[in-house]
């Protein structure tokens, strides 16, 4: 199907009269309602199963009780546009090219995965997914949470590339150089009672007293070697996996390229998943794995801009800011005025999850 270049709004109206979307399922991530509308059952049922514990079984109701998000996921053929695409350039150390975009009249933009297929629109009251949505749900489930990572964003947040867990109802944000293993930490921390925030993205807000911090609903992907060493998550694989990894050396393991979904309310138990909380401290991992014995020690960013590119995350390809947007601008300064509001700690010497997690829960109840 060609479709023809018009505001966000306009696109959307012509999905919904092609493609309707009738199967709806309501989801609350804190204090956002999401409304999510499918034209296929079996997309909407893979949804419900995916954000299990953020599914909301009876919204409010009422005009002035609508979602504060609304979008509608299409199975269909993917479409085509009368219009030439810009490539997004690869991030650095990556060479493949993934996605391409097109900016729409209206504050508004298409995004096109080259590999899939998909195609998302958004702007202004609009958001859909189109294109062969149940082969990949894993990008539908991206885009849900892209738009609420913009509505967080546009309320004051600056957005972190870290993982995040409550531990005895403090909050630690966990950050780290590419690699360093800040989902494999949150999982460790988990063993030891922590709730989990988030797996890869944080928005940090300022509440007047410190910072809240707020995940995205997105279970973490976990290599072989962080499922082998954590009691809770090795039901993940199956017995010939565990033993084939299990017999690899341990550096081989390290850089293999196969990734599990650890859903944390099957790994963990019910309840252990939350999606906010205040932000009392930010650990830097800046670790080696062979360089000594692991040492967490508190830091002074305004000394260490260094460990800042380990927290700054850009927005992306999916953000687009509305007019009242109250984002800051997402540069240094305000990075190291917003977490001037907790206090930082850098690890260094050689990578040791268990101690890493015994010293963020020491550091916390200091």
């Not at 999510?36 to 409010?60: H, M, T």
């Not at 630690?172 to 999982?187: D, N, P, Q, V």
């Not at 687009?320 to 540069?331: F, K, S, V, W």
Request: proline share 7%; net charge neutral; with cysteine.
């Amino acid at each position: 199907m060609r479709y023809k270049i018009a505001t966000p709004m306009e696109m959307g109206a012509r999905l919904r009269s092609q493609y309707p979307a009738i199967y709806p399922l309501f989801l609350r991530f804190g204090d956002c309602r999401i409304g999510v509308q499918a034209n296929d059952k079996a997309i909407s049922d893979a949804l419900s199963e995916y954000f299990g514990p953020f599914l909301d079984p009876e919204p409010e109701k009422g005009p002035e009780k609508r979602e504060d998000i609304q979008i509608t996921v299409h199975e269909a053929p993917t479409p085509e546009f009368p219009a030439e695409f810009t490539i997004k350039q690869p991030d650095p150390g990556k060479t493949k090219i993934k996605e391409e975009f097109l900016d729409l009249p209206g504050r508004g933009r298409i995004v096109r995965k080259r590999l899939t297929g998909m195609v998302f629109i958004f702007g202004p009251s609009v958001h859909a997914a189109i294109g062969p949505c149940l082969e990949n749900l894993n990008q539908v489930v991206n885009f849900v949470n892209n738009r609420f990572i913009q509505w967080k964003l546009c309320r004051g947040a600056l957005l972190g590339h870290a993982a995040g867990v409550m531990v005895n109802g403090k909050g630690l944000g966990l950050a780290g150089f590419s690699g360093a293993g800040k989902s494999t930490l949150a999982l460790q921390l988990m063993n030891k009672g922590a709730l989990f925030v988030s797996n890869d993205r944080l928005m940090v807000q300022k509440n007047g007293n410190g910072l809240s911090m707020y995940g995205v609903a997105k279970m973490p992907r976990i290599n072989p070697g962080t499922a082998l060493n954590n009691p809770n998550l090795t039901g993940i694989m199956t017995e010939e996996e565990r033993r084939r990894f299990s017999e690899m050396p341990k550096e081989k393991l390290w850089d293999v390229e196969h990734k599990y979904d650890a859903i944390i309310d099957e790994c963990f138990g019910k309840g252990r998943f939350l999606l906010d909380g205040p932000m009392d401290g930010l650990v830097i991992l800046n670790w080696s794995r062979y360089n000594g014995s692991a040492v967490l020690q508190e830091v002074n960013l305004n000394e260490r801009r260094d460990l800042l590119p380990a927290f700054i995350k850009s927005t992306g390809l999916f953000f687009i800011p509305n007019e009242d947007c109250r984002m800051p601008e997402p540069n240094e300064g305000n990075y190291i005025d917003f977490l001037s509001g907790c206090r930082v700690f850098e690890v260094t010497g050689s990578v040791d999850f268990q101690k890493a997690a015994r010293e963020c829960i020491r550091c916390l109840s200091e």
